[in-house]
């Protein structure tokens, strides 16, 4: 059965301390993985896709990498407004490809 | 702005008590997904629709109904509502096109249902 974990659960960093979020996933032939961003009370914000292992994803400071069992979620000299829930997902292919999604990590980051 | 609609957004039921939640997309996307989100489990998929006229289970489907209306529009029902059912339901589209960044893989804003 293909999983989807994610570590921390919770994490707290100060203003422009750099850290990393894990996801790892068991899931017979990746055919994407993704992360999204969830702010309270509102749906699912998308960041980035990776296909395949090596593929790295920048957008401000956020960077995510992939490897053949787990990605990364980088943040780089995080502010306030980095705070959020980030989710990542894997594709079901045989469920009309529906995202199969971990328990997420509630980030705070506090000045 | 084109994305995913849903309505309600808060409603709150009595045990026993039916109701429908709306989903529309304006994206031309042929495929369709219910979710439902819940403290600590993350989100699991309802049902889906793969394209319009089809519709399948997904992981918890015991209690749900879906109707793919149209390719726009996908409804999930609660015959019977259920403490058990109070849950945040998430709509989401998405595009056959990889070319999309994501092939626009959208969710809606939620509706936060409350069931007593």
């Known amino acids: 059965e293909d999983q989807v974990t994610q570590s921390p659960e919770a994490l707290r960093l100060q203003e422009g301390e750099s850290s990393s979020l894990n996801c790892s996933y068991t899931?017979?032939?990746?055919?994407?993985l993704f992360w999204y961003r969830q702010d309270p009370g509102k749906g699912p914000e998308f960041l980035f896709t990776?296909?395949?292992a090596g593929e790295e994803k920048e957008k401000e400071r956020l960077k995510a990498t992939l490897t053949k069992k787990e990605s990364f979620l980088h943040i780089t000299a995080p502010k306030p407004e980095d705070s959020a829930t980030y989710l990542c997902?894997?594709?079901?292919?045989?469920?009309?490809?529906?995202?199969?999604f971990g328990k997420g990590t509630s980030l705070l980051v506090t000045p | 702005n084109a994305g995913v609609t849903q309505t309600p957004k808060f409603q709150v039921l009595k045990t026993g008590q039916s109701m429908t939640l709306q989903c529309a997309q304006d994206?031309?996307?042929?495929?369709m997904y219910w979710y439902r989100q819940d403290p600590g489990m993350g989100l699991r998929l309802i049902y889906y629709?793969?394209?319009?006229?089809?519709?399948d289970k997904g992981e918890v489907p015991n209690g749900y109904n879906v109707s793919r209306l149209n390719k726009r529009e996908f409804s999930l029902r609660l015959e019977s509502a259920a403490p058990s059912q109070t849950s945040v339901y998430f709509c989401?589209?998405?595009?056959?096109?990889?070319?999309?960044?994501?092939?626009?893989?959208?969710f809606g804003s939620g509706t936060r249902l409350t069931v007593v």
């Open positions: 994206m031309n996307h042929n495929s």
């Open positions: 899931v017979s032939g990746l055919r994407g």
């Open positions: 989401a589209s998405r595009s056959a096109i990889r070319q999309a960044p994501n092939y626009g893989y959208t």
């Open positions: 990776l296909y395949s």
């Open positions: 997902a894997v594709w079901q292919p045989n469920s009309g490809y529906a995202l199969n």
């Open positions: 629709s793969a394209s319009e006229g089809t519709t």
